[in-house]
């Protein structure tokens, strides 16, 4: 029932940009803090940036200035803006709704996408 499916990964060369998205059925979306993390082949998997359930936003300091969060309530998607994207980004980005509003606590996340691929070419 409750679901989010991630899209709008692919190749892009370094200095380009690209927009996910995060569209969410089953549960109103800000009702929720949404993360986007990502997880490159093995390294850890990191958090990119969440928006809390009252709007504020946040960043990891890598991509500060480059990363745009936001959400479409209308539509119950969250997208993810990334401009001047650099080779370090690539990774496989994951959506995911974290149900206390709060976004800070990894494990309160309770909802996960199925992940979509980014690739920044050299």
């Known amino acids: 029932q409750v679901q989010l499916v991630e899209s709008g990964g692919g190749l892009v060369q370094p200095g380009g940009s690209l927009r996910l998205s995060c569209a969410a059925s089953?549960?109103?979306?800000?009702?929720?803090?949404i993360g986007w993390f990502r997880q490159a082949p093995g390294k850890e998997r990191e958090g990119v940036s969440f928006?809390?359930?009252?709007?504020?936003?946040y960043y990891r300091g890598s991509v500060k200035g480059r990363f745009t969060i936001s959400r479409d309530n209308a539509n119950n998607t969250v997208y993810l803006q990334m401009k001047s994207l650099k080779p370090e980004d690539t990774a496989v980005y994951y959506c995911?709704?974290?149900?206390?509003?709060?976004?800070?606590?990894?494990?309160?996340?309770?909802?996960w996408g199925q992940g979509t691929q980014v690739t920044v070419s050299s």
């Open positions: 928006i809390k359930r009252e709007g504020s936003t």
């Open positions: 089953g549960f109103t979306l800000d009702d929720y803090a």
């Open positions: 995911a709704a974290d149900p206390t509003g709060d976004g800070t606590v990894v494990p309160a996340y309770d909802y």
